[in-house]
C-alpha cells in the first residue's frame, strides 16, 4: 500500500468534521415497533387506552404509539415499550424475546447502545382479535340489514 493511498475510516465517529448524524426519536420507535412485531406471541404494540388520549394531544405519529424513547446522559437509548400478547403465550418468554430483539435491531440500525428495555404487557388477545377476524360461534349472529 503507497502512503498517498486514502484509507476510509473503519467507523463513522472517528470523523467529527463532517458534522453530526441525529436520529429522530420517531424513527427509533418505528424500529422498536417492527422489531416488537416480529416476536412471535406478540398481538399488537401500544394502542390502548393512555396512547389514545395521549395522541389526541400530542399529535404523535401512529407508529410512535406504545414506545416511549429517551436517551440517558452516556448517550444509550433508553426505551419502554407497551404490548398486547396472545392468549396462550408464555409472558415471560415472550417479553424477554422482545427485549433481545429490541435491543437487537436499534443497535444495529443506529449504532448507539441500549441501555434498557422495559416491556409493559398492557392485554391479552386471542389470535383471531389480532387477526381482525371473528370469533367462529362464540361471536353475535350479524343482523339482517333493515332499511
Known amino acids: 500500500m503507497q ?11 472517528d470523523q467529527p468534521e463532517l458534522g453530526e448524524i ?8 418505528s424500529i422498536v ?5 416480529q416476536i412471535k406471541g406478540v398481538a ?15 399529535k404523535r405519529e401512529a407508529d410512535a404509539r406504545g414506545v416511549r424513547v429517551s436517551e440517558t446522559s452516556d448517550e444509550s437509548y433508553s426505551i419502554e415499550l407497551r404490548i398486547a400478547i396472545l392468549y396462550g403465550t408464555e409472558i415471560g418468554k415472550t417479553a424477554y424475546d ?3 430483539a429490541v435491543r437487537k435491531q436499534v443497535m444495529a440500525m443506529t449504532g448507539k447502545d441500549v441501555a434498557k428495555v422495559d416491556v ?7 389470535p ?12 353475535w349472529p350479524e343482523a339482517p340489514a333493515t332499511d
Do not use: C, M, W, Y
Open 3 to 13: 502512503a498517498s493511498e486514502f484509507v476510509p475510516p473503519t467507523r463513522i465517529d
Open 22 to 29: 441525529k436520529i429522530n426519536h420517531a424513527v427509533v420507535a
Open 33 to 37: 415497533r417492527l422489531a416488537a412485531l
Open 44 to 58: 399488537a404494540v401500544g394502542g390502548g387506552l393512555v396512547d389514545g388520549i395521549s395522541e389526541l394531544f400530542s
Open 98 to 100: 422482545v427485549q433481545l
Open 120 to 126: 409493559i404487557i398492557e392485554g391479552v388477545r386471542l
Open 128 to 139: 383471531s382479535d389480532a387477526q381482525g377476524k371473528d370469533r367462529g360461534e362464540d361471536a
